[in-house]
Nanobody, 115 residues
Framework: QVQLVESGGGLVQPGGSLRLSCVVS????????MGWYRQAPGKQRELVAS???????NYADSVKGRFTISRDNAKNTVYLQMNSLKPEDTAVYYC?????????WGQGTQVTVSS
């Protein structure tokens, strides 16, 4: 059973920055491509950034140039650096693998961008 624990969210003004972290409970991170997903109220969960086991990265158009995903396999941790935040980035952010069969979702971390 893999557990995911996300942290680092909060309230930030437009244009601000946050760094999210996701700790994977088992020492298997190196075997998986990982993604950061977000779900805004009334919307479906969407993939915003992904990183392969070979560290190849990909981003949704809405966050390209502003968000950076990275990983530290030794710490079983995936990060999401978010800069130039916009109100439309407000959502609960989750991490998970990018395979069709997902691990159980964590509790997520709330990001609110508001003045």
């Amino acid at each position: 059973q893999v557990q995911l624990v996300e942290s680092g969210g909060g309230l930030v003004q437009p244009g601000g920055s946050l760094r999210l972290s996701c700790v994977v409970s088992r020492n298997i991170l190196s075997l998986f491509g990982m993604g950061w997903y977000r779900q805004a109220p009334g919307k479906q969960r969407e993939l915003v950034a992904s990183i392969g086991s070979n560290t190849y990265t990909n981003y949704a158009d809405s966050v390209k140039g502003r968000f950076t995903i990275s990983r530290d396999n030794a710490k079983n941790t995936v990060y999401l650096q978010m800069n130039s935040l916009k109100p439309e980035d407000t959502a609960v952010y989750y991490c998970n693998n990018v395979r069709t069969t997902k691990w159980s979702w964590g509790q997520g971390t709330q990001v609110t961008v508001s003045s």
